[in-house]
T-cell receptor, first 112, second 113 residues
């Protein structure tokens, strides 16, 4: 069966510090991978998606970046965090044939 | 990208049937309609998916009219544990073989005892 893991689960970082959130998928190959962000009390915003190693598409211009160094690994990064980067970050993958998304447990980031 | 419009919130009493309608006027031929449920501090989880007419599973039904410009999620006999945010998504197929799935703001369903 397929599983998706995200870490860390919670993170408190000062403004201007770097960020690295990791996501890995097991039990499938060549998944589409996604990073979403959910600000407090709001819906999910698609940040990045990837269809393969090294292939990243950005949906929203910002100070975040994503990388896919391996087929089942997706990393969200920032060189300098802003207060507005606080939120709940979700990694997801989906099957090629349908739109069904499978989400990780999420990473809650608080920037102080 | 096909955009979706849903009510921001709905209230229902326990035991009632709840219908949440989603509008997606720009739905494309290859698009599927998918509904997700999200509890606080959790990732959304898949509820049901359809292309046209009616789809039913063990937790919900999805009604899609012939023009596919809207869809209705039906939750039979809701309980307090159904209190959550419900998202309607319309899946797009891109040339790269991926889906750009955009979540709207969802509908916050509150079930009242």
């Amino acid at each position: 069966s397929q599983t998706i893991h995200q870490w860390p689960a919670t993170l408190v970082q000062p403004v201007g510090s770097p960020l690295s959130l990791e996501c890995t998928v097991e039990g499938t190959s060549n998944p589409n991978l996604y990073w979403y962000r959910q600000a407090a009390g709001r819906g999910l915003q698609l940040l990045f998606y990837s269809v393969g190693i090294g292939q990243i598409s950005s949906e929203v211009p910002q100070n975040l970046s994503a990388s896919r160094p391996q087929d089942r690994q997706f990393i969200l990064s920032s060189k300098k965090l802003l207060l507005s980067d606080s939120g709940f970050y979700l990694c997801a993958w989906n099957r090629y044939s349908t739109g069904e998304l499978f989400f990780g447990e999420g990473s809650r980031l608080t920037v102080l | 990208l096909a955009k979706t419009t849903q009510p921001i919130s709905m209230d229902s009493y326990e035991g009632q049937e709840v219908n949440i309608t989603c509008s997606h006027n720009n739905i494309a031929t290859n698009d599927y309609i998918t509904w997700y449920q999200q509890f606080p501090s959790q990732g959304p989880r898949f509820i049901i998916q359809g292309y046209k007419t009616k789809v039913t599973n063990e937790v919900a039904s999805l009604f899609i009219p012939a023009d596919r410009k809207s869809s209705t999620l039906s939750l039979p006999r809701v309980s307090l544990s159904d209190t959550a945010v419900y998202y309607c998504l319309v899946g797009e197929y891109s040339g790269a073989g991926s889906y750009q799935l955009t979540f709207g703001k969802g509908t916050k369903l509150s079930v009242i005892p």
